[in-house]
């Protein structure tokens, strides 16, 4: 099994920063992809960035220009770093890795997901 464990969040005035980190760790085979999402109250969780493993990203609208998405692949770690907040970034935040695994007799996609880390902007 693989876990993701983040810190990094908090409370942060608008304008600020924060920078998330995930890490991974078990018996990992070669993760995939690493990404963030984040889920605000009554709301449903959204993409946030995502980052392939050979460092090709993609972030939602909202976040371009303000938030950038790196990795460290040597040690299964990947980071986010949050620029200008603004109070509609709160949320929790959730890394997610995958990678695949031969389950079953085939390779298949496997998620993982981290606890969650809470980010509050306040105005």
């Known amino acids: 099994q693989v876990q993701l464990v983040e810190s990094g969040g908090g409370l942060v005035q608008a304008g600020g920063s924060l920078r998330l980190s995930c890490a991974a760790s078990?018996?990992?085979?070669?993760?995939?992809?690493m990404g963030w999402f984040r889920q605000a109250p009554g709301k449903q969780r959204e993409l946030v960035a995502a980052i392939t493993r050979a460092g090709n990203t993609n972030y939602t609208d909202s976040v371009k220009g303000r938030f950038t998405i790196s990795r460290d692949n040597a040690n299964n770690i990947q980071y986010l770093q949050m620029n200008s907040l603004k109070p509609e970034d709160t949320a929790v935040y959730y890394c997610?890795?995958?990678?695949?695994?031969?389950?079953?007799?085939?390779?298949?996609?496997?998620?993982?997901w981290g606890q969650g880390t809470q980010v509050t902007v306040s105005s």
């Open positions: 997610k890795a995958d990678e695949f695994r031969f389950r079953s007799g085939l390779w298949r996609l496997v998620d993982y």
């Open positions: 078990g018996s990992i085979l070669s993760i995939n992809t």
